[in-house]
């Protein structure tokens, strides 16, 4: 087995509270050494050493919340294309989203997507089951039999559950077999009729809105019923200040609850909407900017979790629409590094904070490796220059959709290897 030995890197790693310079030594698939401590062992005979001066290796990251075409839209996305643009961020392990067709809300759909991952992807590729047969919201799926398949988690993905009796019962479930359901919330009533947040912009548009209230109303019952049932809840993805008040309330009551936010809703807000330009289009819908400031200060606190890509990707067909007429959506996995990075730099959140929102807490919350250096992990891990500049550009995007947020923006920290099990699967 070959042995890589990096060098000189500043060395990145919250699940030892570590930010050091030092060496990084991988032999085959593990990690044997990462640390200042490890410049003193020595390199082995024929390792190939890597001069990492004035670069960071962190954890790979750990995307936990991604949408795939396949099966039933390949033309939008594959497992093996999202695993080349994930490669290409930073990101060594994704949980893939049941939103497919046929839905993985059965073991056979779970066991294809782990068997196509084998063959196909060069990242880890986790399935997350649904909580509901179909997405409908009405009868539950088998929780202990696709546990067992190897679903890491439940979700009804982009669908709300309607029934806080099937809600109540898919927490106790998922409690008895030691699982996380993971919840994105919005009232039909109130929100499925409008396309963006409800404003004085939305106004301006002519354009239909949707208040925040149709995300926290049905969190609100979401956390309700947690702290009933005792069983794990994630809130999937938030983006009003209401909601993050909220899950820090439910914190505090020592409710087992976490919370996870896109990198868009960090990184933009309703304003960039601009003249109806449909890549904007998202569930939640961008926010107001004090929303967007609420959501890092949430992130600061430890309100917030995780940060996820979101990654959603849609065709020309159905972006290039009039904006109300346009699918909801946007990629994600090349570029969440990138865009939250901004974050960094502008000192608004620690480095060490950032990783850990980004690998080492994603990886606890869905029970999964990674997410760490530590001596005896597998080396998932990334190279990263944290102040090389770099334009995000469609002719350079790997996902089979272009539908990015970022199209012409300009990033600060590029990506320029990427390791899984101690396997190069990218190189800038």
């Given at each position: ?6 060098e000189n890197a ?6 030892r509270?570590l930010?050091?310079?030092?060496t990084?030594?991988v ?5 044997v050494a990462?640390?200042?401590?490890a ?9 190939t050493?890597i ?8 954890p790979?990251l ?5 949408f795939i075409?396949e099966?039933?839209a390949?033309h939008r996305?594959?497992?093996a294309?999202?695993s080349?643009?994930?490669a290409a961020g930073g990101?060594t392990s994704?949980v893939?989203?049941?939103d ?10 779970v066991e294809?997507v782990l068997r196509a ?6 990242v ?10 179909r997405?409908?919201?009405r009868?539950?799926t ?7 398949a190897?679903?890491v988690?439940?979700?009804d993905g982009?669908h709300t559950i ?6 109540r019962r898919a927490?106790?479930?998922a409690?008895d077999?030691?699982?996380v ?6 009232d039909?009533?109130?929100g499925n009729s409008?396309v ?5 912009y939305?106004?301006?548009?002519g354009?239909p809105g949707?208040?925040?209230?149709a995300e ?10 947690a ?8 809130a999937?993805?938030?983006?009003a200040?209401m909601s993050?008040?909220a899950?820090?309330r ?12 896109s990198?868009n809703?960090?990184?933009l807000?309703e ?5 109806y330009r449909?890549?904007?289009r998202?569930s939640?819908p ?9 959501m890092i200060e949430?992130?600061r ?6 940060i996820?890509?979101s990654?959603?990707?849609q065709?020309?067909?159905t972006?290039r629409?009039?904006f109300a007429?346009a699918?909801v ?12 990075l901004r974050?960094?730099h502008?000192?608004?959140?620690t480095l060490l ?6 690998s080492t807490?994603p990886?606890r919350l869905?029970?999964l490796?990674?997410g760490?250096?530590?001596p005896?992990a597998?080396a998932d ?5 944290l ?6 550009q469609e ?5 089979r959709?272009k539908?990015?947020?970022?199209e012409?923006a300009?990033l600060q920290?590029k990506?320029?290897?990427?390791m899984v099990?101690?396997?190069t699967?990218f190189t800038?």
């Amino acid at each position: 087995m070959s042995v890589t030995v990096f060098e000189n890197a500043r060395i990145v790693d919250p699940s030892r509270g570590l930010d050091e310079t030092g060496t990084v030594i991988v032999d085959g698939r593990k990690i044997v050494a990462a640390g200042a401590d490890a410049r003193n062992q020595g390199a082995p005979q024929g390792a190939t050493m890597i001069d990492c001066r004035g670069k960071a290796i962190l954890p790979g990251l750990v995307d936990g919340r991604v949408f795939i075409g396949e099966p039933g839209a390949e033309h939008r996305e594959t497992i093996a294309s999202a695993s080349l643009a994930a490669a290409a961020g930073g990101v060594t392990s994704i949980v893939m989203m049941p939103d497919t067709d046929p839905v993985i809300d059965d073991i056979a759909l779970v066991e294809h997507v782990l068997r196509a991952a084998r063959d196909t992807a060069s990242v880890n590729v986790f399935p997350a089951a649904a909580i509901t047969k179909r997405l409908e919201g009405r009868e539950m799926t088998e929780f202990g039999l696709l546990r067992e398949a190897g679903a890491v988690a439940f979700t009804d993905g982009r669908h709300t559950i309607e029934s806080a009796a099937v809600m109540r019962r898919a927490l106790t479930y998922a409690r008895d077999f030691g699982a996380v359901i993971a919840h994105e919330t919005q009232d039909a009533d109130l929100g499925n009729s409008g396309v963006m947040n409800e404003g004085l912009y939305a106004s301006w548009l002519g354009l239909p809105g949707i208040p925040r209230e149709a995300e926290t109303i049905p969190l609100e019952r979401d956390l309700m019923l947690a702290r009933l049932t005792g069983g794990a809840y994630h809130a999937a993805k938030i983006s009003a200040a209401m909601s993050a008040a909220a899950v820090a309330r439910a914190k505090a009551d020592g409710a087992s609850v976490t919370a996870g936010v896109s990198i868009n809703h960090l990184s933009l807000n309703e304003n960039d909407v601009g003249e109806y330009r449909t890549f904007f289009r998202l569930s939640p819908p961008l926010r107001a900017e004090e929303d967007r400031l609420a959501m890092i200060e949430a992130l600061r606190d430890g309100t917030i979790d995780i940060i996820v890509s979101s990654h959603d990707p849609q065709d020309v067909d159905t972006k290039r629409l009039p904006f109300a007429d346009a699918a909801v959506g946007a990629i994600g996995l090349e570029t969440l590094l990138g865009a939250a990075l901004r974050l960094y730099h502008n000192e608004d959140v620690t480095l060490l904070r950032l990783v850990e929102v980004l690998s080492t807490a994603p990886a606890r919350l869905f029970g999964l490796p990674g997410g760490t250096l530590k001596p005896g992990a597998s080396a998932d891990l990334v190279l990263v220059d944290l102040d090389e500049p770099w334009v995000v550009q469609e002719s350079g995007i790997r996902s089979r959709s272009k539908n990015t947020c970022f199209e012409g923006a300009r990033l600060q920290g590029k990506v320029l290897q990427t390791m899984v099990a101690g396997r190069t699967v990218f190189t800038a």
